[in-house]
């Protein structure tokens, strides 16, 4: 039996904390710090971690600070906002779904926001704002799109996820007809972007993501309970008073817009949302979708390999979202045979 705690407030609130998943949540976190000093300190003018951290308190020379304020600084912390997007996202739609293939890589939400971006490339030749906006508004059309499709009395997890690699299969054919119909140059554009890459990424692209994560990714953690219920099933999880219907759409709509949002800051960085929360849950060892957790996963998966991109290739710096690739294909590789064995596949 798990040693779950429950902490009582003066208010009367009480709060359940498993001592296990909070401690492997500040072990990600910690990891996620060590590699993000790593990182601001790799390049062609690198520092120490002791330099970047002197640097940070404010104690670095003026080219150490410009450095590290305005170059890199703003890309590592994008990075690990994209990759908590990432992951609440993944651990919210494998809740909901009961299948740890339910991620947004799979439903084709990533594919929707990637058709809105290519739109805006291809169609409208807007710029990197404008691209973003695009990616934004295809996630969420997706969204809206596999939850009506997948409605039938309510929206069950294996129709979702059936109804979600069908619409996924018809907009990569999209993606496809965009890119064919692009010129050299948007069809350049196209490509880098569908790689998922955080080069370039400063400050205007952190804000608007901080803003959307401060506001949504506590908002999934307060539903932390009542999605616990609904993997379960709807039957039980009304049993325990659970709105079903208000509480998927509600998680439903965080989880897309935090998609959403993380693909349009570094593009459709693959295998993130689908790996992170599975990972958090077995070193937690406890049930349900381990927000927290998959949080800082998530940080600390994307920002290793960001790492492994920058610096494992000698000069030659790759998109994150190779890196990513090759390992969530592994994962995904490994995550099937699991599954089989088990008997759920």
Request: with cysteine; glycine share 12%; aromatic share 6%.
């Amino acid at each position: 039996m798990k040693a779950v705690k429950a902490i009582r407030t003066p208010g009367g609130f009480s709060v359940r904390v498993d001592p296990r998943a909070s401690l492997v949540g500040l072990l990600l976190l910690a990891v996620a710090l060590m590699v993000a000093v790593v990182l601001v300190g790799s390049g062609d003018f690198p520092m120490t971690p002791e330099e970047v951290v002197a640097t940070l308190l404010g104690d670095g020379t003026p080219a150490q600070e410009f450095i590290v304020q305005e170059l890199r600084l703003p890309r590592v912390l994008v990075a690990l906002l994209v990759g908590a997007a990432l992951a609440v996202g993944g651990a919210v739609f494998q809740s909901i779904a009961r299948n740890p293939l339910g991620s947004p890589d799979v439903l084709g939400f990533g594919q929707g926001a990637t058709v809105g971006a290519l739109i805006v490339i291809v169609m409208f030749h807007g710029g990197a704002v404008a691209t973003a906006g695009g990616a934004i508004v295809g996630a969420l059309v997706t969204g809206l799109a596999v939850y009506l499709l997948a409605w039938k009395r309510g929206v069950h997890g294996y129709r979702l996820v059936l109804v979600g690699i069908g619409v996924a299969a018809m907009l990569t054919g999209a993606i496809h007809y965009l890119v064919t119909k692009a010129n050299l140059v948007d069809a350049t554009r196209a490509v880098v972007w569908m790689t998922g890459s955080l080069d370039g990424r400063d400050w205007s692209q952190f804000w608007p993501l901080l803003a959307v994560c401060a506001v949504l990714i506590p908002l999934c953690m307060a539903y932390g309970r009542p999605l616990r219920m609904l993997e379960m099933g709807d039957d039980a999880a009304y049993a325990l008073g659970v709105s079903v219907e208000r509480t998927r759409g509600v998680l439903m709509g965080a989880a897309v817009l935090l998609t959403a949002v993380g693909t349009a800051a570094a593009g459709p960085v693959v295998f993130v949302a689908l790996s992170a929360p599975q990972l958090a849950r077995k070193l937690t060892r406890s049930p349900g979708p381990n927000i927290g957790a998959s949080a800082m996963m998530g940080s600390a998966l994307l920002l290793s390999a960001d790492w492994v991109a920058t610096s494992a290739f000698g000069d030659r710096e790759l998109p994150v979202g190779v890196v990513t690739g090759v390992l969530g294909g592994v994962y995904l590789l490994w995550l099937l045979v699991t599954e089989r064995k088990a008997g759920r596949i």
